[in-house]
């Protein structure tokens, strides 16, 4: 009998624990280290938007019934430009594989990332092929790889080991930030999540459940700074003027955060026997719910890779090139379309007015092009080519 392959991956969070289970169901050992202490992992407030690819994920690792419980479905995406007064709405119909997702058929889901980190670290608990290392210091390098097979980083957007690997990036800071807060609404149907287009910034409202959203607002950098100072009731009226006529907030539910907007891609996805995965190695605007999705297609990826090393198909020196061909055409191409989007909405230009209704008009009347775009948002761009 073989003996196992040892993976070490770097950072805990919902990226690094996912692979870790990943890696563990092919059949590998692991070892999931992070500076952070469990209760320290647990800590952030945002939420996530999950997609179909995420579902699929989730369903291949045998998790998508015990993730359920803590994800908030909407079956209605509402999208409207600001500028031009224009909007559609997405339905289940117009999703390709809607009829997949039972007993739940969704569009998307919404999770709280105290909730869905909980999960992950009670399965990570129970998994006896993975050995966690959290809250201790980083070990140096030569004391830590010898006895790993493949190293993983996982360790966020300033990720210490795509630096000392000496990866460099291709970065973009957008002139915008994005503030995310918790409101309670009245006036928004539960299962109900809208993307308003506003020369500013996107800017987003997500359903928590029992009259809860999530607010992802993006405008400009000084914009954020004064949202962020506000008290609460002159933050809700703020938000009021925003929203639709009939969605009214009744009461700020989590102060709001600003954090700077960037879109970052490395140069490499791996050197020796290190992978970069997640945000480690990319990170798009927040446009469309894209980060964490695009970070979980990043496992997917590996998924069978890692399968194959385990059963002594492949050896694990091949398969950092691998996992490069296979991820480099869907990083591209949605880093390029939320940008691209972000580009066309967010600006007073009138001479992108008529494309903009062009689009809008075009996707209002075309069931097939709602069904391209829906599938290229919930599934990624390379999803969308073959739809």
């Not at 289940?92 to 999960?119: T, V």
């Not at 830590?144 to 080991?161: F, K, N, Y």
Request: aromatic share 6%; net charge positive; proline share 8%.
């Amino acid at each position: 009998m073989r003996p196992p392959l040892h993976a070490l991956v770097l950072g805990a969070g919902p990226t690094g624990s996912l692979l870790a289970l990943a890696l563990a169901s092919a059949g590998w050992r692991v070892t999931l280290a992070d500076p952070l202490s469990p209760e320290q992992l647990l800590r952030r407030q945002r939420a996530y938007a999950f997609n179909q690819s995420s579902r699929r994920l989730l369903q291949r690792l045998d998790l998508w019934e015990a993730f359920q419980p803590l994800l908030v479905p909407f079956s209605s995406l509402r999208l409207e430009d600001a500028a031009t007064g224009q909007g559609l709405g997405f339905k289940l119909d117009d999703l390709p594989d809607h009829r997949l997702a039972k007993p739940q058929p969704a569009i998307g889901w919404i999770a709280q990332h105290g909730q869905l980190m909980a999960l992950l670290l009670e399965c990570l608990n129970r998994s006896r092929a993975i050995e966690l290392a959290l809250g201790h210091p980083p070990k140096r390098q030569e004391d830590q790889e010898p006895r790993h097979d493949l190293v993983l980083a996982a360790d966020g957007p300033d990720s210490p080991r795509r630096q000392l690997l000496g990866i460099g990036c291709w970065r973009h800071s957008y002139r915008q930030r994005c503030v995310t807060a918790q409101v309670r609404l009245r006036g928004c149907p539960e299962d109900w999540a809208m993307e308003l287009l506003r020369p500013e910034g996107p800017f987003a409202v997500l359903p928590l459940g029992a009259g809860a959203f999530q607010l992802v607002w993006s405008a400009p950098a000084w914009r954020c700074e004064q949202l962020e100072g506000l008290s609460p009731a002159t933050f809700l009226d703020q938000v009021a003027a925003v929203l639709p006529g009939n969605l009214q907030p009744d009461a700020l539910l989590e102060r709001p955060r600003a954090f700077p907007v960037t879109m970052q891609l490395a140069h490499r996805l791996h050197r020796d026997r290190t992978l970069l995965v997640g945000e480690s190695a990319h990170r798009c605007h927040p446009v469309g719910g894209q980060g964490l999705n695009l970070c979980w297609r990043d496992i997917e990826a590996l998924l069978p890779l890692a399968e194959r090393a385990a059963a002594g198909r492949l050896h694990p020196r091949r398969i950092g090139a691998a996992y490069g061909r296979r991820r480099w055409l869907d990083l591209l191409l949605t880093l390029l379309a939320t940008d691209l989007l972000v580009r066309l909405f967010s600006n007073r230009s009138r001479l992108l007015l008529p494309p903009r209704h062009l689009a809008l008009d075009l996707l209002r009347r075309s069931s097939w092009l709602r069904r391209f775009t829906l599938a290229v948002m919930t599934s990624g761009p390379c999803a969308g080519l073959s739809t």
